[in-house]
């Protein structure tokens, strides 16, 4: 009897991660055995054929959301500076398999079900169960993996709530995830006249506009006790205090010089830990960092149009903050500095806005009590009418596959119900975040407040009067029992590397705003860490190890409180010193602007770090190994 097939790596999703982590590996061994599994039935995860639908765009503009390997050209239909339609970053993908001939590799309407560590005496392997359908049947099977890659991503799992007697609502009610599948059928049964969409997330936009452009009418409910809206900025705005540099969202995030002015626990990491200090530590950097992101915030507020009384419903409620060494601002200085990537862009045509000033889009801030026939019941307001709810509410962060045996769970680092640690390692953590948490305060006070909320956030009744960042509304986490990701880099679990196991690797469990090159670096850094090429980079120590990944999740809890930070490094104006640490370990040059000459210093620090600027970052990587081995 034949036994289970065997890959020297496994990838699982056919997504951006995916389909990078095969090409890196193929790269740099033409010779290794890959199979991608995807449940979908098209290349490119949430972007693949079936999850795309009409006026769907993505939050970036070509040459920001490519690989820097394989520009955007005119071909895909986008415009220099446009926001790329769904669409066509799918077709973008497909194009991107084809050339590095990944498509033969992936395995389709395939699912991962469960990975089992096989024991010791088989070091490294995984046993992988997996369920493919094919026209309308089921199929069970067995694969083994030397090296398992996870590219699933954070947004792979939709989060379904609950209603109070949803069967009594005699209408459709879905995720928005499924709107690429269903719109067609959803917007054109006649009897569906009023659609309700809950969430205003950047999922929660999208649905609006898209019921409203199929000509619905659309009653959207923000859940008081939910997190509120998101910030959703406009394609362009002010670069803090100069007020007449004008530039795209992704760009600003991208300059070293707005980095500094974002704590970040590896202060000196990209060599300007001088700059850093200087403007949060000293009394006058303060004064600036202050100016700063008042002036963003205060030019946000108002390109987002929210001081309009019939938009300003949509402004994001956690206002109120104490930052810099313990002074209480105004509301001027509050949101965007917290809330990490739980943001949107604006590239609605036509106007969403106008769609709410014009009554066909009405906003609705209150808890859902119940559904009745064709009705929503509000806790503070009347009932609604709708014929149909689309529940835009998010993903759970929680890796779709079940990861056997439970027990290791917590050395590897997933997001997991406390009953799967057992009591030492909870122990372990506890003591673990205390340490962090301690590093954290002297180095950044301003960013520490009541800890016990990022533990238990429904047991947070009050805010203390040295607090210095806002009071979150309560259940602001969908996922409230689940433990936060704890991966070393934000990559590797952190038992394992600890062992010296060097078979399981994550990508995508981060988020950024320019997604794209953190994730080229961190796959180059994924695969010289999966092939034993990043050893003198990786603390000896097991306890410096799970110290350093504590650090990296409580600051992203902190730094991003009404974003997802509790759960994932969730970090927007830190991307770029983030993204220097992989560049640091793998021991290729950080500067991507030249060197040596005084005013490469001042384009490193001040310009605008794209795309081109990571082009052939692993040939010089494999340069530097190159050297390396003829130096031994």
């Known amino acids: 009897m034949e036994g289970p097939a065997f890959f020297d790596l496994v990838i699982v999703g056919a997504g951006f991660s995916g389909l990078y982590a095969a090409k890196t590996f193929l790269e740099n061994d033409p010779d290794v055995s890959i199979r991608i599994f995807d449940p979908g039935s098209t290349i490119g995860g949430v972007w693949s054929e079936e999850n795309v639908y009409p006026g769907l765009h993505t939050n970036n503009v070509r040459g920001h959301v490519d690989f820097s390997d394989f520009p955007m050209t005119d071909e895909f239909g986008v415009g220099k500076g446009d926001h790329v339609p769904g669409a066509a970053l799918h077709e973008y993908l497909k194009a991107y398999a084809k050339k590095w001939d990944l498509t033969k590799r992936i395995s389709f309407r395939s699912k991962i079900t469960s990975a089992e560590k096989l024991r010791k005496e088989q070091y490294g392997f995984w046993r992988l169960n997996i369920e493919r359908r094919d026209t309308g049947r089921q199929f069970l099977s067995t694969v083994q993996a030397r090296k398992l890659v996870i590219a699933t991503g954070l947004n792979s799992q939709p989060h379904r709530p609950s209603f109070k007697n949803a069967e009594g609502f005699n209408g459709p009610i879905m995720h928005s995830a499924e709107l690429g599948q269903e719109h067609s059928r959803l917007f054109n049964d006649p009897s569906i006249e009023t659609v309700a969409v809950i969430g205003a997330g950047k999922s929660g936009y999208d649905a609006v506009h898209l019921a409203a452009c199929e000509g619905k009418e659309v009653e959207w409910i923000i859940r008081s006790s939910g997190r509120g809206p998101v910030w959703v900025f406009p394609h362009a705005t002010n670069l803090g205090l100069i007020k007449t540099a004008r530039e795209i969202s992704q760009t600003l995030v991208r300059r070293r010089i707005v980095s500094c002015f974002s704590p970040f ?33 205060l030019t946000t507020l108002k390109e987002c149009q929210y001081e309009e009384d019939s938009l300003r419903k949509l402004e994001p409620e956690q206002k109120y903050v ?13 949101s965007p500095f917290w809330y990490g990537t739980a943001t949107g862009v604006y590239s609605y045509q036509p106007d969403l ?26 806790s503070t307001e009347a009932p609604i009418r709708a014929s149909a709810i689309i529940a835009a509410t998010g993903y759970s962060p929680a890796t779709p596959i079940n990861f056997l045996p439970q027990g290791l769970h917590s050395d590897l680092g997933i997001p997991t119900t406390s009953s799967c640690y057992t009591p030492s390692q909870s122990r372990q953590w506890t003591s673990r975040y205390v340490s962090a948490d301690k590093s954290i305060a002297a180095q950044y006070p301003y960013l520490t407040y009541d800890a016990h909320f990022l533990h238990e956030p429904t047991r947070r009744t009050s805010i203390p009067t040295d607090a210095l960042i806002p009071t979150p509304s309560q259940n602001l986490d969908l996922e409230q029992n689940l433990t936060p990701w704890h991966l070393y880099r934000g990559v590797a679990s952190p038992g394992l590397t600890a062992s010296g196991d060097r078979s399981l690797a994550f990508l995508g469990m981060a988020s950024n705003v320019a997604n794209t090159y953190r994730l080229e670096l961190s796959t180059l850094w994924a695969y010289a860490y999966l092939t034993e090429q990043l050893e003198d980079s990786i603390p000896s120590s097991a306890e410096k190890i799970f110290e350093d990944t504590a650090l990296l999740s409580r600051f992203a809890a902190y730094r991003s409180p009404f974003g997802h930070g509790r759960l994932f490094p969730d970090l927007t104006f830190d991307q770029l010193p983030f993204c220097d640490m992989y560049l640091r370990d793998l021991g290729v040059n950080i500067w991507r602007k030249g060197s040596g000459r005084w005013w490469c210093v001042l384009w490193e620090m001040f310009g605008v770090l794209g795309q081109k600027d990571y082009v052939g970052v692993g040939e010089e990587w494999r340069e530097m190994r190159r050297r390396k081995a003829k130096s031994e």
């Open 322 to 334: 104490h930052i810099l060494g313990g002074h209480r601002f105004s509301n001027s200085m509050s």
């Open 265 to 297: 626990p590896w202060a000196d990491i990209d060599g300007f830990g001088w700059m850093r200090n200087f403007l949060l530590r000293s009394r006058i950097g303060q004064f600036i960092t202050k100016k700063f992101w008042q002036s963003l915030h």
């Open 353 to 378: 806005y106008d769609f709410i000033r014009t009554g066909k889009v009405r906003i609705h801030r209150s808890d859902i009590s119940y559904l009745d026939d064709r009705a929503i019941h509000l």
